[in-house]
């Protein structure tokens, strides 16, 4: 996933979700951000699913070359 270009208002987010949120930059998975925090897959997976949602995320579209 990537940061969606029009993002909501970032104050509402935790420490843990902002933290996810600037390590999501398209080239790094879920496991790498896992890694990068110490958390579980399942907790990255589970705060990325909910950034999805609020649209603070979107996901990679890949390029057509």
């Keep these: ?3 969606a270009k029009k993002t909501p208002d970032k104050s509402r987010l935790t420490q843990e979700e902002l933290e996810v949120l600037e390590l999501c930059d398209g080239k790094r998975s879920i ?13 990255i997976k589970k705060i990325i699913d909910k950034l999805m949602s ?3 995320l979107e ?7």
């Design 1 to 3: 996933p990537v940061v």
């Design 59 to 65: 996901t990679l579209k890949p390029k057509i070359t």
């Design 31 to 43: 496991g790498e951000i896992a890694m990068k925090t110490g958390k579980s897959y399942g907790e």
């Design 54 to 56: 609020l649209g603070y």
